[in-house]
């Protein structure tokens, strides 16, 4: 047992620890050179979130000088150093500011504004993110009392991810999102708190002398305050793990409906979207050539509730006649060769483009003038009067809740006829809730 226990010992290979604090104490300081590079490691972070590039990240997160001032704080208070805890929180606070507005300010400047799914992932830590940042501080701190410091420390930058979180906390700011800059502030703190926890644990386990004489109660405070504090952090975590794991088993059921009761009967899913911050949620679904009905829809809705998924939506889109299936009937006939094949799918799309009669500002004028409808179809058709006879007409369809009133609908046909003087234009109105589009 002894032997065992030999190999876990961390007095083995451990450095003097005048030598580990006094390296602890330079690290803390946030002035001139470590300043101009933790500024400049923000920028190379908010880049490689702006940009979605985890290379770039890392390449942040080696270079962020962010580590020191939450090392010296767990030292101090392992140490009972108070005059050193209060340097490490000032010099951490400096260090949180300027990564603050340097970030802000960047993505403040930067045309690119879409959120990406690195920024995305610093917004809603959880339980794992706590776990991450004790047993990262654990190493970190193990090392930096080892004689040997060895390549650990390179990985704990990288895995506790200090700077990301703080650059998306930026972000946040920088577009007026208060949900991101708060979850990753969020994330941040946990970082921050449960590293320095880890470095008090492993400096009281060390044995490292107190700096200051503090008596029974004094220290029992501290510990309850730490203790407090950690359930505060967990506590949340705890939640937003809990949801996370209810969203990935709602997203297993949905993928496993769609491939049983679609893909593996032979339906070509060509788009897909889910919806699930909606109340009810939504569910979205096109197909290459299957038309559905409304029996075999509501069918459909009901196979859901078997797999599972309650309080879902189900929207199909589908076109009013098949394009998409006439296309790939014609492209299969004219396979003789390539250059034929070309100019079919091209004389295809030109037919195609003839039909299709929604633009960007079309839908943009839409959405501002007539707010009441829920979604619209518009295309051309061929009108046939008599044997002899051929006209173009326009169809336009809304899906609202309720019926437009009179006047309403006569702004919608007058404001459609001025969009196309050369056309007839029939108006029609479907239910959202037969989901048919």
């Known amino acids: 047992m002894n032997r065992i226990l030999h190999f876990f010992n961390l007095h083995e290979g451990e450095d003097k620890k005048e030598t580990v604090l006094e390296d602890v104490i330079k690290n803390i300081s946030f002035r001139g050179a470590n300043a101009w590079i933790l500024a400049c490691a923000i920028v190379i972070a908010s880049v490689g979130l702006n940009v979605n590039s985890t290379a770039v990240i890392i390449g942040a997160m080696l270079i962020s000088p962010l580590m020191g001032p939450i090392v010296g704080a767990g030292f101090a208070l392992g140490t009972f150093d108070f005059p050193l805890l209060k340097k490490s929180m000032k010099n951490l606070l400096i260090a949180t500011v300027i990564s ?55 990985g704990v930058a990288i895995a506790t991810a200090l700077m990301p979180p703080l650059c998306t906390a930026g972000y946040g700011l920088a577009i007026g999102n ?59 975590s705890l939640y937003f793990a809990y ?13 496993q409906f769609v491939q049983q009761e679609l893909t593996d009967k032979g339906y070509t899913v060509i788009y897909e979207r889910l919806l699930p911050n909606r109340s009810p949620k939504r569910l979205e679904l096109a197909f290459l050539d299957k038309k559905f009905s409304d029996h075999e829809i509501g069918t459909l809705e009901r196979n859901m509730a078997a797999f599972g998924v309650e309080n879902t939506e189900l929207i199909i889109r589908q076109d009013s006649f098949d394009l998409k299936s006439t296309i790939m009937n014609e492209i299969d006939k004219h396979s003789v060769a390539v250059n034929e094949k070309d100019l079919t799918i091209r004389a295809l799309n030109n037919r195609l483009s003839s039909y299709s009669l929604a633009n960007p500002e079309l839908d943009r004028d839409i959405k501002i003038i007539f707010p009441e409808l829920s979604f619209y179809s518009i ?59």
């Open 178 to 236: 208060l949900s991101y800059f708060a979850g990753a502030l969020y994330l941040y703190i946990i970082n921050c708190v449960f590293i320095c926890i880890a470095t008090f644990a492993i400096v009281k386990y060390l044995r490292y002398p107190k700096t200051h004489y503090v008596d029974q109660r004094r220290e029992k405070r501290i510990t309850q305050s730490i203790t407090i504090i950690t359930l505060v952090l967990v506590v949340p």
């Open 243 to 255: 949801n996370l794991l209810q969203d990935k088993k709602y997203s297993n059921k949905i993928k």
């Open 379 to 437: 295309g051309r058709q061929q009108q046939y009067a008599n044997r002899d006879s051929l006209t173009s007409h326009i169809a336009f369809i809304y899906f609202s809740e309720k019926q437009l009133v009179t006047n309403q609908e006569l702004k919608l046909s007058q404001w459609l006829n001025n969009h196309f003087p050369n056309d007839s234009v029939s108006i029609i109105r479907r239910a959202v809730q037969q989901n048919i589009n």
């Open 100 to 154: 603050l507005v340097v970030s802000f300010v960047y993505f403040l400047l930067s045309p690119f504004k879409e959120a990406q799914s690195e920024l995305l992932a610093r917004t809603s830590p959880n339980i794992y993110d706590v776990l991450i940042a004790i047993f990262g501080g654990l190493v970190g701190v193990i090392t930096i009392t080892r004689v040997n410091k060895g390549n650990p420390i390179p």
